[in-house]
């Protein structure tokens, strides 16, 4: 079993940053595929950035590429997710989540069997 807990989020105006981190628990987190997720008032649950386990190959989709890094921590248990020049649409409730080994489909939310229960994350304009 692991458990994800979330931190760093919170209000901020439009072109700031913020990192988003998630500790896990187990001591095997350097073999897990950690990603993250982000869901927006209204909206359904999608997919912002994985890591496979080794931390060779990162994935972002295209409305973060270039504004966010996702990066992790192994011998702290940690992901984050270091977002830049953050704008409105990025509020929502992000979400990390795991799973253990590799996958293809790291962008699909039924991959990942582990999640933490999220953090506010609310740009102003």
């Known amino acids: 079993q692991v458990q994800l807990v979330e931190s760093g989020g919170g209000l901020v105006q439009a072109e700031g940053s913020l990192r988003l981190s998630c500790v896990a628990s187990?001591?095997?987190?350097?073999?897990?595929?950690m990603g993250w997720f982000r869901q927006a008032p209204g909206k359904e649950r999608e997919f912002v950035a994985a890591?496979?386990?080794?931390?060779?190959?990162?994935n972002y989709a295209d409305s973060v590429k270039g504004r966010f890094t996702i990066s992790r921590e192994n011998a702290k248990n940690t992901v984050y997710l270091q977002m830049m020049d953050l704008k409105p649409e990025d509020t929502a409730v992000y979400y990390c989540?795991?799973?253990?080994?590799?996958?293809?489909?790291?962008?699909?939310?039924?991959?990942?069997?582990?999640w933490g229960p999220g953090t506010q994350v609310t740009v102003s304009s």
């Open positions: 890591m496979r386990p080794t931390g060779s190959s990162t």
């Open positions: 187990g001591r095997t987190f350097s073999s897990w595929t």
């Open positions: 989540a795991a799973r253990y080994g590799t996958t293809r489909s790291y962008t699909l939310q039924d991959v990942y069997p582990y």
